[in-house]
């Protein structure tokens, strides 16, 4: 497939931030938290500098928007998704499980994604209906078609898991599969989906820079995304949500309701 323009300066980018990051992957960093007790290092703030200034060398006009500088706003109805470091925990813990997550929309229109696992090289791209890649080759989304036979990823941390308001749900999943992965990391567990490793990811509510990439290359390799609610997971409609084979889609969403939907 040839590249757009677009497409090639998010690959371009999240490689800048790749280098940055493996620069410092269990070497010496400094590690804080944020207001939200997730964490954040020097290798999250130089690797989303580093991924910004490709974009603006290439892109000055367009909309940024960064998990750890925030949204610059500009006169454009082009954004930048930028997350410098996913799965930051894992990171810090020597879990070679990350992402660095590079993506543009139009609007709501999801226009290009790359993401890279710096840890085993593997690079994941797609670009709006032309299909989704691993290392240049076309990825599809798995065949299996039933619930009790899928591997399904979650997203969320262990007091929440254990919750009463999520706790309930997640337990009627875990009966309704045949296993579940909790590996820490949004971009790359949605990769997982879109090259059929895993038949589904269920998250909680996040941020754009590390929802939206991934799910373009999900839907890419023929798979579904949907919010509980059953609307569209856009840019600017954000929420709790699953991307799926789409074989399997109903079934989990039913699963999910039936238990409240509320994750």
């Known amino acids: 497939m040839k590249l757009s323009k677009e497409l090639e300066t998010a690959i ?3 490689r800048a931030g790749e280098k940055v990051v493996m620069k410092y992957f269990r070497g010496n960093f400094e590690v804080a938290k944020k207001k939200d007790d997730s964490l954040v290092t020097n290798a999250d703030k130089e690797s989303e500098a580093a ?3 490709v974009l603006k060398k290439n892109f000055p006009s367009y909309n940024i928007y960064a998990e750890e500088s925030g949204y610059e706003k500009k006169d454009s109805e082009y954004t930048w998704l930028v997350d410098p470091l996913d799965g930051t925990t ?3 813990r020597g879990i070679p499980y ?4 590079v993506g543009l929309v139009k609007g709501d229109e999801k226009i290009v994604a790359a993401i890279i696992n710096p840890a085993t090289g593997e690079l994941f791209y797609a670009e709006k209906g032309k299909g989704a890649f691993r290392n240049g080759k076309k990825i599809s989304v798995s065949n299996v078609t039933s619930l009790k036979d899928s591997g399904i990823g979650i997203s969320i941390v262990a007091k929440k898991l254990s919750s009463e308001k999520y706790a309930p ?3 009627r999943v875990m009966k309704s599969v045949a296993v579940i992965f909790s590996f820490g990391s949004i971009s790359i567990g949605l990769c997982d989906v879109a090259s059929g490793r895993t038949e589904a990811r269920i998250a909680t509510k996040s941020h754009p820079d590390d929802c939206i990439t991934g799910t373009l290359i999900v839907e890419e390799a023929g798979g579904k995304v949907q919010l509980l609610n059953r609307t ?3 840019f600017t409609n954000l929420g709790d949500y699953i991307a799926t084979n789409g074989k399997i889609h109903n079934a989990l969403m039913k699963v999910i309701n039936n238990s409240g939907g509320k994750i």
């Open 51 to 53: 991924i910004i200034k």
């Open 90 to 92: 894992n990171f810090a």
């Open 232 to 234: 569209n997971l856009t």
């Open 169 to 171: 749900v997640y337990l």
């Open 12 to 14: 371009i980018a999240a």
């Open 98 to 101: 990350f992402g660095v997550s």
